[in-house]
């Protein structure tokens, strides 16, 4: 099978990616804090490398429905700097495939609607958490069956799960398999 090159920016653990890791994938990670490969600002990070699969984890903070402070989104003034950070390097490095994610809120209102609409739950996190992404995948839902440990997908938000929010930002697991399986079978189909 053949080794997939793929980068994460603004993580800490890296869990949107640890299904590549753990099959054993090219994994570069970039955030400004944690257990990361580059340890910088992401507006300050520039590539022409080749990836097969860039995904991009911005704070949510700003965007967030949960941050009742804010407003409403049309009233919301926004830092879009990080955001647009992603969407340039994408531009710059041509990945196959790539990614934008945040929890859904008032994102789309600033950049338009999602290429997917998912609940983090149907992948084995321990609360729904409806969630936008945008970008370019393969179809990876039809991966979903086989590789999500199923009933964990319908406890109530913060019943048994961590409240910290830095760990309330990790990836279901079964995401990141599907995503990766998905992405290894597309590889495959080309050559
Ligand atoms: C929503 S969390 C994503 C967490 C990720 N899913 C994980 O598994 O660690 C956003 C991450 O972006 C990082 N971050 C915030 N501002 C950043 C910046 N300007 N450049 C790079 N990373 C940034 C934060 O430290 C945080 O780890």
Known sequence: MKKLKV??????????????KDRDHDVTLLGMCGDVDITMDIRDFHTT??????TFHP????????NWRAGKCKDRTPDMSIVE?????????????WMIENPQGCLRYFIGRPQYCIKYGDYGHYCQKPTDLWGVL???????????P??????????????????????PYGLS???????EDSQQLEG
């Open 7 to 20: 980068f994460s920016g603004c993580t800490e653990y890296g869990s949107e990616v640890q299904a590549f």
């Open 49 to 54: 490398e080749h990836y097969d699969f860039m």
């Open 59 to 66: 704070p949510c903070t700003e965007f967030s429905k949960a």
């Open 85 to 97: 950070a992603c969407f340039r390097i994408v531009r710059e490095a041509k990945p196959t495939f």
């Open 138 to 148: 393969p179809w990876f839902a039809s991966y979903q069956k086989n590789n999500v």
């Open 150 to 171: 199923l009933g964990v997908h319908n406890k109530t938000a913060y019943s048994d799960g961590p409240r910290a929010a830095d760990k309330r930002a990790m990836i």
């Open 177 to 183: 398999m599907v995503l990766c399986k998905a992405i």
